[in-house]
Nanobody, 125 residues
Framework: QVQLVESGGGLVQAGGSLRLSCAVS????????MGWFHQAPGKEREFVAA????????NYADSVKGRFTISRDNAKNTVYLQMNSLTPEDTAVYYC??????????????????WGQGTQVTVSS
């Protein structure tokens, strides 16, 4: 069974940075494109960033371009989300997710088949 576990969330002041990690077990993460999503209270889960299996292709939501960076270390079976210049609008639970094997990156949550439990990110003004 594949499992995804996020970590690195917390409380940070506006303008600060956080680095989220998503540790994958049960499968080699190198087989999967991966994504990060967030969900604020009362809102739907939204795409943040995605990365291809090799890491050579990335995609970002417009709201985070230039501030967030997705990366992966396949040797460590881990995917990362570096978040800089955080604003209160970034406050949400952040989830990592995997695509089915062999498929490319996508932005819709329905196209991901396994999810982590989420990590809370709170940005104070």
């Amino acid at each position: 069974q594949v499992q995804l576990v996020e970590s690195g969330g917390g409380l940070v002041q506006a303008g600060g940075s956080l680095r989220l990690s998503c540790a994958v077990s049960g499968r080699a993460v190198s087989n999967y494109a991966m994504g990060w999503f967030h969900q604020a209270p009362g809102k739907e889960r939204e795409f943040v960033a995605a990365i291809s299996r090799s890491g050579g292709i990335t995609n970002y939501a417009d709201s985070v371009k230039g501030r967030f960076t997705i990366s992966r270390d396949n040797a460590k079976n881990t995917v990362y989300l570096q978040m800089n210049s955080l604003t209160p609008e970034d406050t949400a639970v952040y989830y990592c997710a995997k695509r089915p094997g062999g498929l490319g990156i996508r932005v819709r949550p329905r196209e991901y088949d396994h999810w982590g439990q989420g990590t809370q990110v709170t940005v104070s003004s």
